[in-house]
């Protein structure tokens, strides 16, 4: 079975500070990988996604994300931040099931 | 365009007390998913159906159940509500598995 580990729970970081949240997957198949951020109250929204190709993957708000099959890691960076982008953070993995397996969670706190 | 709606947003139960979590989608998604969102533990897939007229479980099922009542509809009922079943609840739809999730606003549930 896949699972998803999140290792920091909170990360705090100073405004237009660079941020890494750091996502580790096991799973013994081929893997599809997912990063949700969650604002306050809300629902989850994508902020992108591996499916294949190119291992560096580009999404929403300046945010990208490295698959890397041989530390089986998905850690998702922004140059930059803004303290728009306080949310929580979550790695997602599909394996086969059709369905996802999420990460605990990182809750990015961004501090003027 | 709604996206994805749930009803209600908040419930307060006694335990034992019965009730349904309803959610409907209006983009003509194939897959339908029910999560449980508690605190340090992220999003846990509590059942999904993955095309209309079927129904699978996911991590923890236990203690619920799900109809698949069209293509638009998908509703969680919890037949005897226990206070670990205090949490907030997300519906999700997707054309398929890989593709993006999008999320409703959430129910949030206590049990007494």
């Known amino acids: 079975a896949q699972s998803v580990t999140q290792l920091d729970s909170q990360v705090p970081v100073f405004e237009e500070a660079p941020v890494e949240l750091r996502c580790n997957y096991s799973?013994?198949?081929?893997?599809?990988l997912f990063w949700y951020v969650q604002y306050p109250n809300q629902g989850l929204q994508l902020l992108l996604k591996y499916l294949s190709g190119s291992t560096l993957v580009k999404g929403i708000n300046g945010f990208e994300a490295e698959f890397n099959k041989s530390q089986t890691s998905f850690h998702l960076r922004k140059p930059s931040v803004h303290i728009s982008d306080t949310a929580e953070y979550f790695c997602?993995?599909?394996?086969?099931?059709?369905?996802?397996?999420f990460g605990s969670g990182t809750r990015l706190q961004v501090q003027p | 365009n709604a996206g994805v709606t749930q009803t209600p947003k908040f419930q307060v139960l006694k335990t034992g007390q019965s009730m349904t979590l309803q959610c409907a989608q209006d983009m003509n998604h194939n897959s339908m998913y029910w999560y449980r969102q508690d605190p340090g533990m992220g999003l846990r897939l509590i059942y999904y159906?993955?095309?209309?007229?079927?129904?699978d479980k996911g991590e923890v099922p236990n203690g619920y159940n799900v109809s698949r009542l069209n293509k638009r509809e998908f509703s969680l009922r919890l037949e005897s509500a226990a206070p670990s079943q205090t949490s907030v609840y997300f519906c999700a739809s997707t054309e398929s598995w890989a593709e993006t999730q999008y999320f409703g606003p959430g129910t949030r549930l206590l049990v007494l």
């Open positions: 997602a993995v599909e394996s086969g099931r059709r369905a996802l397996t």
């Open positions: 799973s013994s198949v081929s893997v599809y």
């Open positions: 159906s993955a095309s209309e007229g079927t129904t």
